[in-house]
């Protein structure tokens, strides 16, 4: 028998066990240690992103996870539409030729279509008596009736219900509201118009200051003659506002200065400034209008009880409103009365431009 030899196996030698042991935990970087890293850049500013990326994964909550996939386009019903209140208002309703001239109550209360406004054609006379018992001055006097009608103003507009009860904020209140303001634009408008049309021509302003004083006081004269009344109002469209307003002197100094930033100036002639309608040239009140059309300029007396040329009559009637079942809708309408006169057409007098 062949004897069997067997390989020596080599001693194993033990060693130690190793044990699973928790990941060191990431602790988040600081603002500054994070700006750090992103100044460095490359594979520093990259590994950084990552540790962070890596600590924030099992942290997320559900609307977290969610945040970068979600758009606003994807939650249409979610978003509110808010409306931002008050409502934008782009026109001033104001009056400014009606405010000058006043407006007068009509001696009817409203109830006819006419009333007669009596002015004076022919006075009574005084003259020396040539001799004792001889026959004195003696002149008939004459009274015009005039008659003036009254012009309708009104508007209207229909709501339905539903816009009334839905709209927020109230589309009636502020619908009536602008219905209101136009009415006040409209009556002035024809406050100014008619004033226009009754104005006499006293001369052509070329645009110079010498010019101006001219005509200016030409107006006066015409005004005054005859008459003894004196003007106190000067009614300009918002072009000529600012021509008169950039009038200077040979020196540059304004004609119409500010006086409130202290430019009196020794030969100042009135005043005026860029941030309000206000003003006294050549110490008349000036009266800015926009509906006036370009170019104007109107010198008279008004607003002083006695002696003016110029009259407007108002009587405002108000709101109406009228329910329509048959459509749920309501309409509603404001009204006036308005009339303007020419009590002395002489004392009316415009400036015209070349």
């Not at 890596?54 to 909550?61: C, I």
């Not at 004792?132 to 339905?160: D, H, R, Y």
């Not at 200077?248 to 020794?266: H, K, M, N, S």
């Not at 409103?321 to 308005?338: C, K, T």
């Amino acid at each position: 028998m062949s004897e069997v030899t067997v390989p020596a196996v080599e001693a194993t030698i033990p060693t130690a066990p190793i044990f699973a042991q928790a990941k060191k935990e990431f602790i988040l970087p600081t603002a500054g240690e994070f700006m750090a890293a992103y100044h460095i850049g490359g594979d520093t500013f990259k590994n950084m992103n990552a540790a962070v990326a890596e600590y924030s994964a099992p942290k997320r909550t559900a609307l977290q996870a969610a945040a970068g996939d979600v758009l606003t386009t994807d939650t249409p019903g979610l978003l509110p539409v808010p409306v931002l209140g008050p409502l934008v208002q782009d026109l001033n309703f104001l009056r400014p030729v009606v405010e000058a001239v006043g407006a007068r109550a009509y001696p009817d209360s409203g109830q006819s279509k006419t009333f007669i406004r009596p002015t004076i054609t022919t006075h009574t006379s005084v003259a020396t008596q040539s001799t004792e018992l001889s026959a004195v001055s003696a002149t008939t006097m004459v009274i015009a009736s005039n008659s003036v009608t009254k012009t309708t103003l009104a508007g209207q507009v229909t709501l339905s219900v539903q816009d009334i009860d839905f709209t927020s904020p109230a589309a009636m209140a502020l619908i009536l509201n602008d219905l209101m303001g136009e009415y006040m634009i409209a009556s002035d408008n024809l406050a100014a118009d008619n004033l226009l049309t009754a104005a006499s021509s006293s001369g052509v302003w070329d645009g110079t200051v010498a010019d101006l004083l001219k005509s200016v006081y030409d107006s006066a004269v015409d005004i005054s003659s005859g008459r003894n009344w004196t003007p106190t109002h000067m009614f300009v469209s918002p072009d000529v506002w600012g021509q008169l307003g950039q009038l200077a002197d040979t020196t540059g100094r304004p004609v119409f200065p500010f006086i409130g930033a202290g430019l009196t100036g020794q030969n100042a002639l009135g005043n005026a400034q860029a941030s309000s309608w206000n003003g006294n040239p050549l110490g008349l009140q000036l009266v800015v209008d926009s509906n006036f059309a370009a170019k104007t300029m109107v010198i008279t007396r008004v607003g002083q009880g006695q002696g003016d040329a110029y009259e407007f009559y108002e009587s405002i009637r108000g709101l109406q409103s009228f329910e329509n079942p048959a459509n749920l809708g309501r309409n509603m309408s404001f009204y006036g009365y308005v009339s303007t006169f020419a009590a002395i057409g002489g004392m009316i007098r415009k400036i015209t431009q070349a």
